[in-house]
């Protein structure tokens, strides 16, 4: 039965409704009729495609050829419904379907409360599950994989270090520049996730550089760098990290980083903080786990030594981890600062951020201790927080975490567990203290507590115990085994 299709310009009958295929819709060259003969000829030469990016190319009428799926005719319609399949789809459209088939947004999610909830465990399952879902679909033709090309190398994960000059091979591949695209694939690369163990026990050169994958990548916008140093089976040692690698950072990323974790056995020196923040233009989210203050060098360019003004350079920061704050480094404006994380001892520059920051500062994880107690005395002085994380450990109490005349704007409280919570002296144990609290009115909007951490079966029915009692004042309790302290310890 003929069938009539209309176009822009003109209204035709046709006896068959044929599309042309994403191979020749890609390419350049425009579509002229001939014979079978000579559309052999293009598709042969579709290696030679280009491909311009979504956000760029305008509305494509052909889709793509692949086989049609078998759909019931609508009555009364006059499109024969066998025809539709993905060969009616737009280009955009399909490569929005694989975009949406292989995303995994959580892991360039750079906001303050996903950071901090996030389970490192499952981000990296699912960067995997991405990685082998976009290698699949890659192989399954040349049309695909000129489509998802565009993502197939935005994250690279290393678990599972294969030795400098393999590392050094691999940055080799992803600087080299593919023919018919001007990028190469590292310019593709928006994550870089190195976590893995490496015998080693001092900073070489080619740290420096991540072993070449820092310039084979210039457009990162995440780097976390987590390397383990073993020196023997049971033994885990630290690694000094060498001043160029913070200025190779700086110097590279000013401009794109949002998110920087440097932590496993790294020990970042003390006196490279500032210029480094110094030329983080769009740093969001920074941890670093262990600073070190070293004897400088005489020789060490003054450039980076002294105390810098940051000024607007980190104006988007809002997220602090790590031992960071428990360094010398004086901080000026943040306005965009929401968290803070701090360790037992609280120097008096730490206070003075505080005390500067205290209208937009809302979220405070602290590690707590028992030969300190300044926690009172600083949710005092923030009197916007309104979500509080602490670690429970052995002979802590709730006096020693909240002021006794308590905190009008406090609503969620996260306790993450131990060894020591399951002991009579401990902040799990001492919850009737805490209820106390609420039932007299000295916690006002307080409205959750989660628990996460180290969750033990023998204690079940304990924690429920205390969830049926919680919930008969009016708060709601929470148990998050997937919620890990893991800024306190990667």
């Known amino acids: 039965m003929p069938i009539q299709t209309r176009s822009k310009r003109s209204t035709t009958r046709v006896e068959r409704a044929e599309r042309p295929s994403l191979a020749e819709r890609l390419s350049p060259v425009n579509r002229v009729e001939g014979s079978p003969q000579s559309m052999a000829k293009r598709t042969h030469n579709l290696s030679a495609s280009h491909v311009e990016p979504a956000e760029r190319s305008s509305r494509i009428e052909h889709s793509l050829n692949l086989s049609p799926l078998r759909v019931k ?45 996030e389970d490192r ?21 040349k049309l695909f994989h000129i489509l998802i090309d565009e993502y197939l190398y935005e994250i690279i994960l290393l678990t599972k270090f294969s030795g400098c000059e393999s590392l050094r091979r691999f940055a080799a591949f992803l600087r080299k520049n593919r023919r018919s695209d001007a990028r190469s694939r590292g310019d593709r690369v928006r994550r870089l996730e190195l976590n893995f163990r490496i015998d080693a026990d001092h900073w070489t050169t080619s740290w420096d550089s991540l072993w070449g994958l820092l310039p084979a990548c210039p457009n990162l916008e995440a780097i976390l760098f987590q390397p383990q140093s073993l020196l023997i089976w049971y033994l885990r040692g630290t690694v000094s990290c060498c001043e160029q690698f913070s200025r190779n950072i700086a110097r590279r990323y000013g401009g794109t ?66 031992q960071i704050l428990r360094s010398d ?149 929470e148990e998050r085994p997937d919620f890990k302290a893991w800024y306190d310890r990667l």
């Open 329 to 477: 480094v004086a901080f000026h404006s943040l306005p965009r600062l929401r968290h803070v994380s701090l360790k037992p001892f609280v120097p008096p520059t730490v206070h003075d951020l505080l005390r500067l920051h205290a209208g937009s500062i809302v979220s405070l994880y602290y590690e707590q201790n028992t030969l300190y107690a300044p926690l009172p005395a600083i949710l005092e002085t923030l009197p916007n927080l309104k979500h509080l994380q602490v670690s429970d450990r052995w002979g802590t109490a709730w006096d020693m975490v909240l002021p006794t005349q308590g905190h009008s704007n406090l609503r969620i409280l996260t306790l993450f567990l131990t060894f020591s919570s399951y002991e009579e002296s401990s902040m799990l144990r001492d919850m009737d203290s805490l209820i106390l609290r609420v039932e007299e009115g000295r916690l006002p909007q307080f409205n959750k507590i989660r628990l996460g951490g180290l969750f033990l079966d023998e204690h079940r029915e304990g924690r429920r115990e205390l969830g049926e009692t919680w919930s008969r004042v009016g708060i709601t309790w």
């Open 121 to 141: 465990d499952e981000t990296r399952r699912l960067i995997i599950k991405s990685m082998k879902t976009k290698t699949s679909l890659s192989i399954v033709s």
């Open 73 to 117: 005719p609508v009555h009364g319609s006059s499109f024969d419904m066998s025809c539709t399949s993905i060969n009616t789809l737009p280009v955009e459209l399909v490569r929005y379907i694989i975009r949406l088939a292989t995303d995994v947004p959580v892991a360039f999610d750079t906001r303050s409360e996903s950071v901090l909830d």
């Open 257 to 322: 980083l949002r998110r920087l974790e440097i932590g496993g056995s790294i020990r970042f020196p003390q006196h490279c903080m500032q210029p480094m923040l110094a030329c983080m233009e769009k740093l969001q989210v920074i941890y670093i786990r262990h600073v070190e203050r070293l004897v400088l060098n005489p020789s060490t360019s003054k450039e980076w030594t002294g105390t810098l003004p940051i000024g607007d350079c980190v104006k988007h920061l809002h997220t602090i981890l790590g």
